[in-house]
């Protein structure tokens, strides 16, 4: 069944959020929510990994800068990780970029790891229910603000470099040879 969400009033901010999950205990307890029909809300974009263990901090940094308002992982409970300690590694990474979330001003809490069981279907739903709330309650990534003005600014460089492509010895519909 298709998760869904509860209707906004007309203009709310309705977050875009990734989240990670390992192939174990995340892509079961994804599973059993499924199978349970049990909604939790569609505005979550999944990842499937390995392990939460292969968590790179440049991955949950780089969701941000893609235009991800808010980012979690869904990882197998502490002592029960199918890679022995993959998920206490994660966790560890989490830390880090939810520091490094602080440092440059974007703010940690939008970053989150979750521990679930494969047969938890119901805290795999709240747990996406949690975040979507929490990032609402943030606001918007505030880097789509500069992406978007960093866009245009890129667009005018091009065309900048169209109007001076003879200048750049370009030659359009000619050919240079004698």
Do not use: W
Not at 24 to 48: E, S, W
Not at 90 to 103: S, T, W
Not at 137 to 165: I, W
Request: with cysteine.
């Amino acid at each position: 069944m298709k998760p869904e969400t509860a209707p906004l009033p007309s203009g709310a901010f309705e977050p875009e959020i990734t989240a990670f999950y390992c192939i174990y205990c995340g892509y079961m307890a994804a599973d059993t929510a499924g199978a349970l029909q049990i909604q939790y809300p569609a505005n979550v974009k999944f990842m499937r990994m390995p392990c939460t263990g292969k968590t790179d901090v440049r991955y949950l940094l780089e969701a941000f800068e893609q235009g991800a308002d808010g980012v979690y992982l869904v990882a197998c409970p502490i002592g029960n990780c199918h890679h022995v300690r993959g998920n206490e590694r994660g966790r560890a990474r989490v830390q880090r970029a939810k520091m490094i979330l602080d440092e440059i001003g974007l703010g940690g809490e939008r970053l989150e790891m979750f521990f679930v069981s494969g047969s938890q279907g119901h805290a795999f739903a709240m747990a996406a229910q949690t975040m979507t709330e929490r990032i609402r309650g943030l606001g918007p990534n505030p880097l789509k603000k500069h992406a978007k003005t960093r866009q245009l600014s890129l667009e005018t460089v091009d065309e900048e470099l169209d109007e001076d492509a003879d200048f750049r010895g370009r030659k359009t519909g000619k050919s240079s040879r004698k």
